[in-house]
């Protein structure tokens, strides 16, 4: 046997390893997020996005109230709570 040729396979098949793990991670990602999204009864892209702005609204929000100021994180708070309501229906 030619020792070149084993290094060789050996190097082949680590690759195709490594390229059908790299190959899989996307539809693994998109599989997580499909279950993430149908088990918060979020649907589609819109409803993605209005999720994450609602979120984000909330966090505003959250840092409004502890600075002190009282009436635009309620009303982003009032708008976030809606949104995700819309997008989780």
Known sequence: ??????????????????????SGIPAALR?????VGKGAGVNGMFDWIALVIAIAL?????RGIRRGRIV???VSGFI?????????S
Do not use: N
Request: proline share 2%.
């Open 58 to 62: 909330l966090i505003g929000a959250a």
């Open 80 to 88: 976030a709570v809606a949104l995700m309501g819309w997008a989780v």
């Open 1 to 22: 046997m030619d020792e070149g040729t084993q290094d060789g396979g050996l190097a082949q098949s680590s690759g195709e390893a490594v390229g059908g793990f790299l």
């Open 31 to 35: 599989d997580f997020f499909a279950g």
């Open 72 to 74: 635009g994180p309620l």
